[in-house]
């Protein structure tokens, strides 16, 4: 019997690893598997394995279990606390005007957030516009449920820039949604406020909804003006906000994100979490009241991810054939190998020969071919993060030549 059949169409094409091989970093146990036999710089998990809890937010959670406090639920939507030091954030960084018992909702994650976010507006054949390259669950996410997915190339030659002649060539009446990723995963792209302007009035005129993952959005180098889509004109009303604790504040296992967006959707939301995503972790939720209060121990982090960007743009762009440009954003860099060979074969040989898994630029997209994503701020160290750039440096100079 292949009860294989009996899976819905739209989870068909998903694998986990259990009967194929999955290069993706955070799909299966594969990856996490080669821990302690390479070096993992595959997964956006600031400084993993090593310890990065502070010791304020340290203290503040270990408190929270010492009540006992942490063995309950908090509601659905998230710690109102919580809530409201988020709303202080929105207002000063984001320039959003959010009522944090109408306009926020805490998820376990960006994840499930991102997922949660599409699933108020799509029904089955609806389209999704997604950049390409884009965060590879910005892809899947729609098709899981029901919609198609169309991608919209971003072109390398243009800097990634959204370009809205694109964008209009792939609208049709069935368009519902956009799904960005700002600052991008993978490019590091932080799109300028000219770009997100063309794109809020496209969205406008084709009445579309904007779903807007800005995981990265604390790590923006060179004095980038960052724009929040939802600040725009017009855009609150059409726009949900994908925020997470994970990247600026290197508080991954915490598994705290958070949804904003009008009391319009809000409502949808708060009416369906229980069902949906349930309750975020009660003392993670505690740590990251914390974290938002006190918020100085980023500036550290932005500090050694600008050290590590250097470190790559310098060791990479000394190999022959390999090419790289400065890291806009995030902790991660975007290299591309295409004049040496495919993207996959690469990977496979750097985990070989160098000892590092990284990720394969196929999994961002078709526009990803030919790249790799480096997470050059994993590890705790700074030398061991060169360490193990300079024998992925070393491998690819000597990567056999076709």
């Given at each position: 019997m292949d009860n294989r059949e009996m899976i819905s169409q739209r989870f068909k094409n998903v694998e986990g690893g259990l009967f194929s091989k999955v290069t993706k970093a955070d799909v299966g146990d594969s990856f996490a598997a080669m821990g302690g036999k390479v070096t993992l710089m595959g997964w956006a998990d600031p400084f993993y394995p090593d310890p990065a809890i502070p010791q304020n937010i340290l203290d503040t959670v270990i408190e929270a279990y010492k009540s006992g406090f942490p063995a309950h639920y908090t509601q659905p939507t998230g710690s109102l606390e919580l809530r409201r030091e988020i709303a202080k954030k929105l207002k000063s960084f984001n320039h959003l005007d959010a009522d944090p018992s109408r306009n926020i909702i805490i998820t376990p994650g960006s994840d499930s957030g991102l997922f949660f976010a599409m699933s108020a507006f799509l029904d089955q054949g609806d389209e999704v516009l997604v950049p390409d390259p884009s965060y590879p669950n910005n892809f899947l996410n729609p098709r899981l449920l029901g919609a198609i997915t169309v991608p919209v190339m971003l072109d390398a030659e243009h800097n990634y820039r959204l370009d809205m002649e694109v964008f209009e060539a792939a609208v049709t009446e069935k368009t519902k949604m956009v799904v960005l990723t700002h600052p991008n995963n993978p490019t590091t792209t932080v799109f300028s406020r000219e770009e997100l302007e063309e794109l809020a009035?496209?969205?406008?005129?084709?009445?579309?909804?904007?779903?807007?993952?800005?995981a990265f959005e604390d790590t923006v180098f060179d004095n980038r003006e960052f724009v929040t889509p939802a600040s725009l004109p017009g855009m609150w009303e059409r726009t949900v906000t994908v925020f997470s604790i994970s990247k600026g504040m290197a508080l991954s296992g915490f598994r705290v994100g958070y949804l904003v967006a009008c009391d319009t959707f809000m409502d949808v939301y708060y009416g369906a979490a229980v069902s949906v995503i349930g309750a975020a972790h009660t003392a993670s939720q505690t740590g990251a009241v914390e974290a938002f209060r006190n918020p100085g121990f980023m500036d550290k982090y932005r500090q050694c991810y600008?050290?590590?960007?250097?470190?790559?743009?310098?060791?990479?762009g000394r190999v022959p054939k390999v090419k790289i440009e400065m890291p806009q954003s995030g902790f991660f860099c975007w290299v591309d190998v295409r004049e040496l060979g495919d993207s996959t074969e690469i990977m496979e040989y750097i985990i070989r020969e160098a000892g590092v898994a990284v990720n394969d630029g196929k999994n961002y997209g078709e526009q990803g071919n030919g790249y790799l994503r480096i997470i050059d701020g994993c590890l705790g160290s700074d030398e061991e993060a060169k360490n193990a750039i300079d024998r992925i440096a070393e491998a690819l100079r000597k990567y056999p030549a076709k």
């Open positions: 009035s496209f969205i406008i005129k084709h009445n579309l909804i904007l779903v807007v993952d800005q600008d050290r590590r960007r250097r470190y790559c743009v310098e060791a990479f």
